[in-house]
């Protein structure tokens, strides 16, 4: 079943490959591409086929109660993966830039943190897009900037105004509570999965097991706006927060503008597009309130 979902995915990636390659967006090869393809696949091999071991184990154990402790698990699962993720991202280095260092801190401090490292991953030889990223629980937590947002394509005020956002997702608890929501998504999603699983044995019976991947996929797809939805309020907390911490809108609004420079990202996508497909804020919308942030200061 996944690789018949592989395949058909297969000419969409090819084309979408073919686009950034175009545009100079990302610099990896057809051939390089198509194993990291199948090194996903595998990924998600392995972590859905223990899912349904442990899913089909409580099925047969406790019959058509199964989704309450499976919830449960599926939520457990979630929390030690976002635990663990900082430890998967191996090919990073400790941010060098000592002006930087001090200033991260110093967001920290204004936050309310501490003890957050801030690395770099090198993605040079790979795209020209610019990222960063939150991640990890607790003694876990990390911050990750990729090389080509330190590579002086964005001003010094933009590189901080991006550390300070993702400090504001720690300081901001944005990775618990999104566990949070996943558990809430999680409890009546379950409670689907084993009534629509009944006639075919229910989920601890290998018959049903397309049916309840069927099921879940189409959960995902219906969830998705909702969970984007809330992704989207997460990521306009921080840029709010980023503002407070930094004072700087001129260089966030730099930053943004600069987004849609790398990235080709539309700047105001279609309203349908937005809501469905989008995790943040439009670039015109977090130019928007960097507007009104120097606004409302004046």
Known sequence: G???VWLVELPFGLVDLWWARRYDLTEA???E???????????????????????MLLARWLRERWWIPGAAVFVAIAALFTF??????????????????????????MQGISGVPVSVEDVSGETSQANAYAIGLGPSRKIVLWSTMVDGTFSDGAVRVVVAHEIAHHSSDHLPKGI???????????WLLMRLTRRRGGIGAPAAIPLALLV????????????????RRMEAEADWKALQTTRDPRSARGLFVGFG??????PDPPAWAHLLLDTHPSLAQRVAMAQAWQQARR
């Open 29 to 31: 090869g057809y051939l």
């Open 33 to 55: 591409w198509a194993f990291g393809d199948w090194f996903t696949l595998g990924a998600a091999f392995l972590s859905i086929s223990l899912a349904l071991v442990i899913v």
């Open 261 to 266: 420079e790398t990235s080709l990202g539309d």
């Open 180 to 190: 949070a929501w996943f558990a809430l998504f999680a409890l009546p999603s379950a």
């Open 84 to 109: 663990g993720s900082p430890y998967l991202v191996t090919e990073t280095t400790p941010l060098d830039d000592p002006s930087l260092r001090a200033d991260a801190a110093a967001y920290e401090r």
């Open 216 to 231: 879940v996929a189409v959960l995902q797809l219906a969830l998705a706006p909702a969970q984007n939805w809330i992704s």
């Open 2 to 4: 996944l690789g018949i």
